[in-house]
């Protein structure tokens, strides 16, 4: 029975809703904002390191540097030049780390001296990446409201103009209890600020440009070790690319065409706790790239493929595929817990001691760590359903426990939470590790041919 990386495929009489959690709250009631973010990061880096050799620098050394932070510096009030400032001073602006070595102050730079979507304002994407360099903890899945007087055309876009008042009443109700299940995108958006910060920044300047779209060079053996099968899943994938020779390909990042209304309205109407515009079109792209082009961002559904016939959240490879691409490196899913074709838990892959060790190794080697965690559902028979989180960091409390650092998107907290790891960890369902330490014990299959191979079975059994 498939289940890998996705939380969407623990419910198994169903094959769905574990990424997306909008029946039942996460049972987690032990968790607590950690100290303030910007201490916590550094304390990361301090505990974790770095792999790559990247040069940080905290001034301003030439005239083209010095120009372009003088123009944002100018657009700001006095807050957001603080967090201008915060941002030099921590060496976040001026890294490259980015796809086409763009700096953090050369895309800021562009997103207020060029066009824009012609919905967007200039002014507040800066302060939305500002926002996010001073805190990343504030992106979230929240969703946002869609206000009434663009309620009527949203509901017309959604039901193909119907007026069947059965189906516009349940339309209507959809939109106003709607729950993202994008946990995975936003876990990935929060990898992609915090450890490839320059690059997340060039995918927002495009993103909020009026072709709404970013271009990415990848490494193919990041996707499988032969060209062959990488070029197949960019194909079976539906991303558009175009190759360069056999070990790179350019690939076409872009939101489903329905996330820039969404965008588009949050530019004048964010609330608090809500999703922004950079939250909507992130999440929409990573979606969309890992659903076969068929996320809708105004009803927050994709189309079953190949791999699962429900129309939830990002499954186990798909979610891993998305990682591999958008941050170009080779991540593998293990899978911690063993569930019964019921969608309950058995048992464990591997003792607590070996899952800590993966997890802290890691760590070690300066990798933030997406995992779903699981609990029982009472509304679901006590199936498993379960969420998508972010491991940052690992700390030894007061009272000598070990304590996880965890990012969540979906919390209302923008603030680090610590999580015990008694409590954790007999929740890990599965964890994306680095290949060198997922391979330890041995070598793991692409979790794209295991599934694959599984749907087939499976149809194959319901078919006998």
Not at 245 to 264: M, Q, Y
Not at 300 to 305: E, S
């Amino acid at each position: 029975m498939f289940l890998y990386i996705c939380m969407v495929s623990v419910n198994f009489q169903n094959v769905n809703n574990a990424y997306k959690i909008r029946e039942v709250s996460s049972p987690i009631t032990t968790k607590t904002p950690a100290s303030n973010p910007a201490e916590i990061r550094n304390k990361e880096l301090s505990f974790r390191g770095e792999t790559s050799i990247i040069t940080i620098r905290t001034s301003l050394t030439t005239k083209d540097e010095k120009k372009k932070y003088e123009a944002l510096s100018n657009e700001l009030e006095l807050p957001y030049r603080k967090k201008l400032e915060f941002a030099l001073k921590s060496g976040l602006l001026l890294k490259n780390n980015s796809n086409d070595k763009s700096s953090v102050l050369d895309n800021l730079y562009k997103i207020v001296t060029e066009e824009r979507d012609p919905g967007l304002d200039k002014i507040t994407i800066l302060k939305e990446c500002l926002d996010i360099l001073a805190n990343p903890y504030v992106i979230t899945q929240n969703c946002e409201d869609i206000p009434a007087p663009y309620k009527r055309q949203v509901i017309g876009l959604i039901t193909n103009l119907s007026e069947d008042p059965k189906t516009i009443a349940a339309t209507r109700w959809d939109l106003d209890n709607m729950h993202t299940g994008t946990c995975p995108a936003a876990s990935i958006e929060f990898d992609l600020a915090t450890k490839h910060t320059a690059e997340f920044f060039r995918m927002v300047e495009g993103l909020t440009s009026p072709k709404n779209e970013v271009v990415k060079t990848i490494k193919m053996d990041n996707l499988s070790e032969k060209s062959s099968e990488a070029i197949w899943l960019l194909t079976t994938f539906k991303t558009p690319h175009t190759m360069n020779g056999f070990d790179t390909a350019n690939v076409l990042l872009k939101p489903d065409e329905n996330a820039i209304i969404r965008a588009r309205i949050q530019n004048h109407h964010r609330d608090t706790g809500e999703r922004s515009i950079i939250d909507v079109l992130m999440q929409s792209t990573l979606m969309q790239l890992g659903s076969q082009q068929t996320y809708n961002s105004l009803t927050d559904k994709r189309a079953p493929n190949a791999w699962t016939q429900e129309d939830g959240g990002l499954i186990d490879f798909e979610k891993t595929y998305v990682e591999s691409v958008v941050e170009d490196k080779n991540t593998t899913s293990v899978t911690y817990q063993i569930v019964d074709e019921n969608g309950r838990l058995k048992g464990y892959e591997k003792d607590f001691g070996t899952i800590k060790k993966e997890l802290l190794d890691t760590l070690k080697m300066g990798h933030n760590i997406i995992i779903g965690y699981t609990w029982p559902d009472p509304d679901n028979g006590n199936r498993l359903a379960g969420h998508e989180i972010t491991i940052v960091g690992y700390k030894t409390n007061a009272k000598g426990e070990g304590v996880f650092i965890c990012q969540d998107s979906d919390d209302d907290v923008a603030a680090p939470i610590e999580l015990t790891e008694s409590f954790l960890l007999p929740k890990i369902h599965h964890a994306g590790l680095p290949d060198s330490i997922a391979s330890r014990d041995f070598k793991y299959e692409d979790s794209w041919k295991i599934g694959l191979r599984e749907f087939q079975e499976m149809n194959q059994k319901n078919r006998a």
